[in-house]
Nanobody, 123 residues
Framework: QVQLVESGGGLVQAGASLRLSCVVS????????MGWFRQAPGKEREFVAA???????YYSDSVKGRFTISRDNAKSTVSLQMNSLKPEDTAVYYC?????????????????WGLGTQVTVSS
């Protein structure tokens, strides 16, 4: 059983930074592609960022240059550093993991999901 637990969300003002973390337990973390998604009220869940097994990163256009995804295989943790936050970044942020090599599998139908952490950015 794979479990993903997110932390680090909160309420910040526009322009501030937050760092989200996701700890994975239950399987060999290094064998998973990892990603972050978000869902704002009334909107569909959307892809934010991903990191492959070997550390290649991917970002949505809306966060590119502001967010950085990283992974620490020794700690079974994936992090999302979010800088220059905007009100439109307000959402519940979810961590996801997928066993496939192709990152598209994570983006379209990830195997495992966390319960999410709320990020609220005030203007």
């Amino acid at each position: 059983q794979v479990q993903l637990v997110e932390s680090g969300g909160g309420l910040v003002q526009a322009g501030a930074s937050l760092r989200l973390s996701c700890v994975v337990s239950g399987r060999t973390f290094s064998m998973y592609a990892m990603g972050w998604f978000r869902q704002a009220p009334g909107k569909e869940r959307e892809f934010v960022a991903a990191i492959s097994r070997n550390g290649i990163t991917y970002y949505s256009d809306s966060v590119k240059g502001r967010f950085t995804i990283s992974r620490d295989n020794a700690k079974s943790t994936v992090s999302l550093q979010m800088n220059s936050l905007k009100p439109e970044d307000t959402a519940v942020y979810y961590c996801a993991a997928d066993r496939a090599i192709a990152i598209e599998a994570l983006k379209t139908n990830a195997d495992y999901w966390g319960l999410g952490t709320q990020v609220t950015v005030s203007s």
